[in-house]
């Protein structure tokens, strides 16, 4: 991989972003209005506005996540924790995009999803 998206924020995405560079592996990163200013913003290769404050009007909005990962020829969408790292139909349309899902397979957050 040359580039990955990390499309979640904070300091769980910075640490997956210094993890990267020490990979040599370019990091993009996805923000919401909130986040402008935040340490991992500024530490990413490359930085892309998702809109507002919600999480449901930027880190979850997952059409907009994988159009900018496009726009960017990302190899990968690592998702973190918590916002779309166990759902199975992101994990999808990333697959269908062309992109590699970082993170467990599909059916394997299906399993976990399933309680």
């Not at 995405?13 to 990979?23: D, H, Q, V």
């Not at 923000?31 to 990413?44: G, I, L, R, T, W």
């Not at 507002?52 to 726009?71: G, H, M, R, V």
């Not at 970082?102 to 299906?110: H, L, M, R, S, T």
Request: proline share 3%.
């Amino acid at each position: 991989m040359k580039k990955v998206l990390v499309a979640n924020r904070g300091e769980i995405a910075l640490r997956i972003m210094r993890t990267l560079r020490k990979m040599n592996i370019q990091t993009v990163a996805v923000y919401s209005d909130a986040d402008v200013n935040a340490p991992f913003v500024k530490f990413a290769d490359e930085s892309y506005h998702l809109g507002e404050s919600t999480p449901a009007k930027s880190y979850l909005n997952q059409e907009k996540i994988i159009a900018i990962a496009k726009q960017t020829h990302t190899d990968g969408i690592h998702p973190a924790y918590g916002f779309l790292s166990e759902n199975s139909e992101f994990a999808k349309k990333v697959d269908q995009a062309g992109i590699k899902f970082i993170g467990p397979g599909i059916e394997a957050i299906d399993v976990m999803g399933d309680k």
